[in-house]
Structures are given as C-alpha cells and as structure tokens.
Nanobody, 113 residues
Framework: QVQLVESGGGLVQAGGSLRLSCAAS????????MAWYRQAPGKQRDLVAL???????NYADSVKGRFTISRENAKNTVYLQMNSLKPEDTAVYYC???????WGQGTQVTVSS
C-alpha cells in the first residue's frame, strides 16, 4: 500500500508562485514515474506534468514555461513549482504514482485576479 500526501496549496494573487509537495510512503517511489493532475470545478481531471523515474519531464501546453516538476528520491517527494500563476490555474491539484495508479487526497490552489 502506498500513501501520497500533498501539501503547499493556498490562495495567491495572479503572477505569484506556489510550490506543491507530494510525499510518498513505501519503497517503490524511486522506481516510479510520478505526475501532477488538476481538476477545476465542473471539469475533468487533467494531466499537468509528469516525471519519470529517471527524471525526464513532460508538461501540458498550458503550463509550459511556468511550472516545473521535480523529485527528490531521498525524501520520497515530488514537487511542482508553479510560477506566474493565472486565475485559470485555480483547481484541486493531485499527485499520482503512475503504473500502480495511487492518488493523493488533493490540495486546493486558488489564484485571485
């Protein structure tokens, strides 16, 4: 069983920054690809960014150049650095351990205009 716990969400003004963290339990983190998703009210959950076990990254077009996903295997943690935030980035952000499909509980990010 793997548990994922997100933190770092909050309220920020447009143009601001936040860093989300997702801490994983268990020993499979370092060998697993990880991803961040987000879900705005009334919308589907969409992929934001992913990082392979080897550190290769991919981003949704809407966040390229503004968001950075990274991982620290020694701490079993994946991060999402979000810069130049926009009101349309407002959503609940979830991390996911790919492959086995474990999800975190989500953390709310609200960007005010």
């Amino acid at each position: 069983q793997v548990q994922l716990v997100e933190s770092g969400g909050g309220l920020v003004q447009a143009g601001g920054s936040l860093r989300l963290s997702c801490a994983a339990s268990g020993s499979i983190f370092s060998s697993s690809a990880m991803a961040w998703y987000r879900q705005a009210p009334g919308k589907q959950r969409d992929l934001v960014a992913l990082i392979s076990s080897g550190g290769n990254t991919n981003y949704a077009d809407s966040v390229k150049g503004r968001f950075t996903i990274s991982r620290e295997n020694a701490k079993n943690t994946v991060y999402l650095q979000m810069n130049s935030l926009k009101p349309e980035d407002t959503a609940v952000y979830y991390c996911k351990l790919l492959g086995l499909g474990y999800w975190g509980q989500g953390t709310q990010v609200t960007v005010s205009s």
